[in-house]
């Protein structure tokens, strides 16, 4: 067993309580079970108060012996709220069964990471909810060992019973609860071994399912209240436009209509969060009494509209302080294509370098070269960008879909000019994230439309004003070279990557530390045409470009493309390059074997198989996807994923995120994509934005993941960015043709396939 | 404005509403059924499938005027508790992800086994091929459909 000591820390992040009625309740924070550097570490990313005795969650343990789990971090489909909550109850000693989980709310004074995304929930919450379990538990132990007057170390839990065997006394934990909310709370708790789990590493079915299935009230969109008003937004029809004026009268005359005005979020000289991104900070509100009266008005409304000039913003980000400039202008997909060739001739920054790429190129036996290249994406997650917001004079109530609710607080506290004190934000369940919940614009667009018409507003985009709001995932290019000497070694490799308005380069990834010769540079150039995180951000296209070409290179070297792959992370795990390098060989070799063995790779012909093998958000994973051309149009009968993300906590709920991450990879692959002309997104609307229905998912995938005892990581992303290559991989193989432009189903179309 | 008296999960309602209005704003706003789901407003998604007289219809395209007087079943009311063969294969197989497409993916498998009872792979795919997912759980809504068919 791991001892955990809290003693230094004990009374900042656990507090005990009784429960009014009878019954204990345990809350802690989210730094409960870290180390103390860890907490260091922690309170400085987070920007923590020194004194902070706040807790997020908690343990309610009724004198019933009835169990409630609160799971403090959004759910977007992730399946956290019944993931997180086993953990916990692993460790509290109790059956699943019966187990009651509630959302929790944000509170502005309790700063912590109820954040989802980064696919990190799970690798954080590990230490401490296992350590508020523990407690939980040992709580109750020693309250039974007081009351019977045994020794506590005599004395056995299991499935929420208390047992002295030597005495034959037994009792459930609600008997116990009342007496463990007046124990103090213990300086060391002993963790199960991870060999004695019950709960995790089983499947569990989703907490919400039931009220999934019948339709029940999660999503802010459903949310009704008495006397609430609908609002919409209309906002510029193209990127670098603005508001010059709107003739609201004859609209204000249509039925149900209540108000139209115009109104601001940011103020140009506000210092902006990392997640503040706005695409357009002045917009039209149109409110009304129902949601279709307000879109028939929005058909109506006229507004003209003027180019925006060029502004600077101060961003406060990850990395520091910034200062931001929005170009001014007005950009098409055509002008950025031609832009991002211009700028992939010139010197770009070096990111790393081991070696002389350029002599060793020079002078190889072999050299290729070949560029890939991704449009802007749109998250287009299904339920559109909403948020109900209820401000009055002194106080606000937001409800609405959020990945990253303290990042939008100090937004909300600014524009409505009141204290984070006052602001509550309460989170639903979110219709899809995928990134684009991280920005938290629309939480302000409603809580300022509710302030100004004074009363309780829910806010809906329509799917056109979502799909051309912006925040994409930004378009990409890289071009890699690789060398290989006489004996087929690959001893030179460059990477150079751009895209608008960032790279996608991450220069200590492999193949970095495999080649003796390697440079990795990146450019970027600015645009007004908004971007921010999308599943898996930057690995979504490096992954699969740096796969694809791997495999090109593995063709050149006449290698088998596993094999080759296997041979380069012996080499950085016998010899490594430089000391940076960001993966384990072992680990990241273990996926490949997996997928191999599964798949019986050395003994199939693989004609039809592409694979790719790739490691991001701390997590391993490789795919191979079988492909075939049907009647001329791609079917892929076959998937086959290894992952090593450490323990598997939910192993069916795992696999369903896996297979999600795969089918969505797969889409945006063959179909994803948003161009512009004169600032117009071209795609408003499912009619013409594609994305994978049910005839194109594979027919089957496997999910299979390696077994063993470290601390898990997340998968909500690391199966998304290899599955682009092991698609064009066995597009390749299925069609002779190499693949180098998303979204491939534009090529295999021009080339005669239906798509 | 007119009024319509509607019926909608076996019971009666009326609704004073503009004649152009799509049933699924009278379904969301005014009768507070909010199950049914807005997702794209024109008919590409699905998210927003009821059942007119036991035919899947998309309700953002059907306006309440030409609604009134047929039989409407909302995922509210496809069954008493929750125990439609569809909804208890969706739970057998824990299906959703976010959950948001899935009262439509439901009520569309709910029509389709009404009609074909022992749908193929191909029936599947195609009868389903106008509701996307987002989270791409399309795998397992096929398996849910052929358990649900095998139920």
């Known amino acids: 067993m791991t001892t955990i000591n809290k003693k230094i820390r004990r009374r900042s992040f656990m507090k005990v309580s009784a429960l009014t009625g009878g019954g204990m309740m345990l809350s802690f924070n989210w730094l409960a079970g870290c180390s103390p550097e860890k907490q260091e570490e922690m309170k400085k990313e987070l920007a923590l108060p020194d004194e902070w005795y706040e807790m997020n969650s908690y343990i309610k343990i009724g004198e019933n012996g009835r169990v409630t789990l609160m799971s403090a971090n959004p759910e977007f489909g992730s399946n956290v709220k019944t993931s997180m909550p086993m953990i916990l109850a692993e460790e509290l000693d109790i059956e699943w069964d019966g187990v009651i989980v509630e959302q929790a709310d944000f509170y502005p004074e309790r700063f912590d990471r109820q954040f989802t995304g980064g696919s990190q929930g799970i690798r954080r919450g590990w230490q401490p909810l296992r350590t508020a379990g523990a407690t939980a538990r040992q709580m109750l132990v020693n309250a039974a060992a007081q009351t019977w007057q045994v020794p506590a170390g005599e004395i056995t839990t299991a499935a929420g019973m208390l047992y002295h065997k030597a005495s034959n006394k037994e009792a459930g934990y609600g008997e116990m609860a009342s007496a463990a909310a007046t124990m103090e709370i213990p300086e060391n708790v002993e963790l199960k071994n991870v060999s004695d789990f019950q709960i995790i590493g089983t499947s569990r079915k989703n907490v919400d399912g039931k009220n999934i299935v019948t339709g029940k009230p999660m999503y802010s969109l459903d949310h009704q209240q008495e006397g609430m008003l609908i609002a919409m937004i209309v906002h510029p029809p193209a990127f670098g436009m603005q508001v010059r004026s709107v003739n609201a009268d004859p609209v204000k005359n249509m039925p149900g209509i209540k108000d139209v005005f115009v109104f601001e979020t940011l103020p140009d000289d506000y210092e902006r969060m990392g997640f503040d991104t706005s695409s357009f900070t002045k917009l039209v509100a149109i409110v009304g009494n129902s949601t279709w009266e307000v879109m028939n008005a929005k058909k109506q409304l006229q507004v003209e509209w003027e180019e925006a000039p060029e502004k600077k913003v101060v961003v406060q980000g990850w990395s520091g302080k910034e200062e931001v400039l929005i170009p001014g202008g007005i950009e098409s997909t055509d002008g950025h294509k031609a832009r991002m060739e211009e700028m992939a001739q010139k010197k770009a920054q070096v990111l790393r370098k081991d070696g002389d790429f350029e002599a ?396 | 404005m007119a009024t319509f008296t509607l019926k909608i999960n076996g019971t009666e309602r009326q609704v004073d509403v503009d004649p152009s209005t799509p049933i699924l704003w009278v379904l969301r706003d005014h009768l507070k059924l909010t199950g049914t789901k807005y997702g794209c407003g024109i008919a590409q998604c699905g998210a927003c499938t009821i059942h007119l007289n036991g035919n899947a219809v998309r309700s953002c395209q059907l306006p309440v005027s030409a609604a009134a007087d047929n039989e409407i079943t909302t995922i509210e009311g496809l069954s008493e508790n929750g125990d439609h063969p569809v909804q208890q294969a969706w739970l057998e197989l824990d299906v959703p992800q976010c959950g948001y497409c899935q009262a439509g993916q439901i009520m569309n498998a709910a029509a389709l086994l009404e009609r074909n009872p022992s749908p193929s792979d191909e029936d599947i795919e195609s009868a389903m091929n106008g509701n996307i997912c987002r989270c791409g759980t399309y795998i397992r809504i096929k398996k849910a459909i052929k358990k649900a068919a095998n139920a």
């Open chain 1, 360 to 755: 060793a190129y020079k002078t190889a036996a072999k050299t290729i070269e070949r560029t890939y290249n991704a449009p802007y994406l749109a998250h287009n997650c299904m339920e559109p960008m909403n948020c109900f917001a209820d401000v009055t004079a002194d106080k606000a109530l937001v409800y609405g879909p959020i990945q990253a609710p303290e990042m939008i607080m100090p937004a909300l506290s600014a524009c409505l000019n009141m204290p984070r004190e006052n602001i509550k934000i309460n989170l639903s369940r979110m219709g899809g994230g995928f990134g684009q919940r991280a920005y938290g614009h629309h939480m302000v667009e409603a809580a300022v439309i509710s302030q100004k018409v004074k009363a309780p507003v829910k806010m809906i985009y329509t799917r056109e004003d979502d799909m051309s709001y912006g925040i994409y995932r930004p378009t990409y290019t890289a071009t890699y070279r690789a060398a290989l000497d006489e004996d087929n070694n690959l001893i030179a490799f460059h990477v150079k990557g751009g895209g608008i308005p960032e790279h996608p380069v991450a220069a200590n990834r492999f193949p970095a530390g495999a080649v003796d010769n390697y440079l990795a540079e990146g450019w970027a150039i600015q645009s007004n045409i908004t971007i921010g995180a999308f599943r898996a951000p930057r690995s979504n296209f490096i992954g699969g470009a740096e796969q694809s070409f791997l495999d090109e290179v593995a063709e050149l070297a006449g290698k088998d493309p596993i094999a080759f792959r296997l041979e380069l992370l012996e080499r950085a795990k016998n010899n490594p390059v430089g000391t940076d390098n960001d993966y384990d060989p072992d680990r990241y070799a273990g996926v490949i074997k997996l997928a191999r063995d599964k798949a019986n790779w050395d003994s199939s012909d693989n004609s039809n198989r592409g694979v790719a093998a790739y490691f991001c958000h701390n997590t391993y994973v490789a795919e191979i996807l079988e492909l075939e051309m049907e009647n001329n149009s791609p079917v892929i009968p076959r998937v086959i994923a290894a992952v090593d993300c450490g323990i598997v906590v939910n192993p069916d709920a795992a696999a369903n995120m896996g297979e999600g991450g795969i089918v969505d990879g797969i889409g945006n692959a063959l179909f994803g994509e948003m161009t512009f002309t004169e600032g117009v997104a071209d795609k408003q609307n499912f009619d013409k934005y594609r994305l994978i229905r049910q005839a194109e998912a594979p027919k089957s995938i496997e999910v299979h993941f390696v077994e063993n005892d470290i601390d898990p990581t997340g998968l909500g992303e690391p199966l998304f960015p290899p599955i682009f290559a092991a698609v064009a991989n066995a597009l390749y193989k299925s069609t002779g043709k190499r693949f180098y432009n998303q979204p491939f189903g534009k090529d295999l179309e021009s080339a005669g396939s239906r798509m």
